[in-house]
């Protein structure tokens, strides 16, 4: 019984690399490798939109991994290829857009909305302290 | 009743947003190139390897660039209608066949009609992505200094054209 089921967990482990869309070494070199597969993680496929390039099989896809390729083999910095991905599909195409003046708004957000949430917390909760309790001896819960 | 005063405007800022969010389409790309020069590019023609149809031949003149290939199923839709625009006259179109195969693009024109002044040959897909292009059929329309003035995504026919491009066109040759 346990046999069988590692028998079928390996094979099942295995399909998952014959299916991997992009399952080709790009670089020999480890570090670029681990550059290359962060950064194709991190860029959106323009025509399904909410898939990154890695896990997709559409043709744009495989052309931008390929000039992803193309540019850490020129010695291109991580921010240079994503300028040339920005200054062609705009912000978008990023998962996780650069922080600057149009994305900021993306940035901070979230904060001021937890900001004003907390805020109004706080004055509802205070406003709440003051009231006097339902049950306390004299308020006798507003009855007569 | 001033503690429902703050509320009501919040929620009269917020409902204008979301019907704007509603209305418009989450998958649309605005193209990045809109009032900047026509990415740079020099391609071999689909007709004859030797001769270049490059970003060059785009000043001087209002024109179009549509990016199109044989495997796209909308380009096929689309080209009555281009081949209606080219006989009519009214603007050149040149064109960028993307990531195609040259026999299967030549065969196309040959069929259905070469509605192209001149067709650039991107075998490899990169001048497409330098044009930004995420899909075909993809119309541009670049005025006489070679800029991007509008992008259309998608199969055009009469009701976009009239709608989207006569308007812009005719702002250009005033």
């Known amino acids: 019984m346990m046999a069988r089921l590692i028998a079928v967990l390996t094979f099942l482990s295995l399909s998952v690399s014959v299916l991997a869309i992009d399952s080709e070494q790009a670089f020999d070199d480890p570090v670029l490798q681990a550059r290359y597969e962060k950064l194709v993680a991190e860029v959106r496929c323009v025509t399904c939109q909410n898939q990154n390039i890695k896990d997709s099989n559409a043709f744009i896809a495989s052309d931008l991994r390929r000039e992803i390729r193309r540019m850490i083999g020129e010695g291109k910095s991580n921010d240079e290829i994503k300028d040339f991905l920005v200054t062609r599909y705009g912000d978008f195409v990023l998962y996780r857009p650069r922080f600057e003046g149009k994305t900021l708004v993306l940035w901070i957000a979230p904060f001021l909305l937890v900001l004003f949430g907390g805020v109004a917390l706080v004055r509802v909760v205070r406003h709440r302290m003051a009231l006097p309790m339902d049950d306390e001896p004299g308020s006798n819960g507003g009855l007569q | ?174």
């Open chain 2, 1 to 174: 009743m001033n503690r429902f005063l703050l509320p009501l405007v919040v929620v009269l800022i917020i409902i204008p947003i979301f019907v704007m969010g509603l209305r418009s389409d989450p998958s649309a790309l605005p193209s990045q190139y809109i009032g900047k020069p026509a990415p740079e590019f020099s391609l071999p023609t689909l007709a004859d390897p030797t001769k270049t149809f490059s970003s060059e031949d785009l000043k001087g003149q209002v024109s179009l660039v549509n990016i199109w290939a044989t495997w796209c199923g909308g380009c096929r839709t689309e080209h009555p209608f281009l081949m209606e625009l080219a006989r009519s006259n009214t603007i050149p179109i040149y064109a960028i066949n993307w990531r195609d195969n040259r026999p299967a693009a030549l065969s196309f024109l040959e069929q259905l009609g070469n509605a192209y002044v001149a067709s650039g040959f991107d075998e490899d897909g990169r001048v497409g992505i330098d044009w930004g292009a995420y899909g075909a059929p993809e119309t541009f329309l670049i005025n006489s200094e070679g800029e991007v003035v509008y992008r259309f995504t998608g199969p055009l026919d009469r009701v976009f054209w009239e709608q989207e491009f006569v308007p812009r066109i005719a702002e250009l040759v005033e």
